[in-house]
């Protein structure tokens, strides 16, 4: 990485990637020789199913990233704003496994608060990749990529209660019921919001799924992600499945302290 600058805008035209798988066997490697090279280029388009919301006519807001799998811990994201024609091309992608994801803008809200749209899934070929890491080639482009927004907003809401008393500030972890989504960077499988006033929560948007949820009276802000966090917490968790374009209400108990 050359420059001093900071930013997805100001680092990625100066990101340059050298990959050399090795075995070490106990003995020194020497006169290794690693060429840099710029990324790869993923490329495609947005596009907006809505049922009670005209697709947005500007679309500055909406970035499409490639993410570093677990392989690629520590690289930069590579980000590209979505142009208005509803194109968008990243580029200086690293040569490692990534996770294609994209965000929505934060301004414009619905009566509720929050955007409209989610991220629906993102397709390669029809086939959706939005929780497949993917290699992107340096020499070759990465074409075609198909990534869906949907104004069909899933979530959850609910109260956390001791006793009769609504318990303030207290941690609501929400994350799949499959082990493996745990271990994805950024998972849009892994949620956690805090209680309000009233021991109220809500989460939004969640990916349609079936989910643990648990109440945690006193968690590390930093470790609610950790796989064994996560799985000491689904002993005592409660199960619940979110459709497509539902809000579920669920009701929960800590025990009295």
């Not at 994805?184 to 956690?192: C, G, I, T």
Request: aromatic residues 6%; hydrophobic residues 40%; charged residues 20%.
């Amino acid at each position: 990485m050359s420059g001093a600058g900071r930013g997805a805008g100001g680092n990625a035209a100066r990101l340059r990637f050298a990959v050399q798988p090795l075995v070490v066997a106990g003995q020194d490697i020497a006169g290794l020789a690693m060429t840099l090279s710029t990324g790869g280029t993923v490329a495609g388009t947005v596009s907006f199913e809505g049922t009670k919301t005209q697709p947005p006519r500007d679309l500055s807001g909406f970035r499409v990233m490639a993410t570093g799998a677990r392989s690629a811990i520590g690289v930069p994201a590579s980000v590209s704003q979505v142009r208005p024609d509803g194109t968008f091309a990243i580029t200086s992608v690293p040569p490692l496994l990534v996770l294609l994801d994209a965000a929505v803008p934060a301004r414009a809200p619905d009566a509720n608060g929050r955007s409209p749209w989610q991220l629906k899934g993102i397709y390669l070929n029809g086939r959706e990749i939005s929780d497949t890491p993917v290699e992107v080639p340096a020499e070759q482009p990465l074409s075609g990529v198909v990534v869906v927004f949907s104004d069909s907003v899933s979530g959850l809401t609910g109260a956390v209660r001791e006793g009769s008393k609504p318990v303030v500030a207290c941690a609501v972890v929400v994350f799949s019921s499959d082990p493996a989504l745990w271990r994805l960077p950024q998972s849009r499988y892994l949620r956690m919001a805090r209680t309000d006033a009233d021991g109220h929560f809500d989460i939004h948007p969640l990916a349609p799924g079936r989910y643990y949820v648990q109440a945690v009276a006193h968690l590390d802000p930093l470790q609610w992600t950790n796989p064994d966090v996560l799985e000491r917490l689904r002993e005592a968790a409660t199960v619940v499945t979110v459709a497509e374009n539902e809000t579920k209400s669920i009701h929960l108990f800590i025990p009295g302290r």
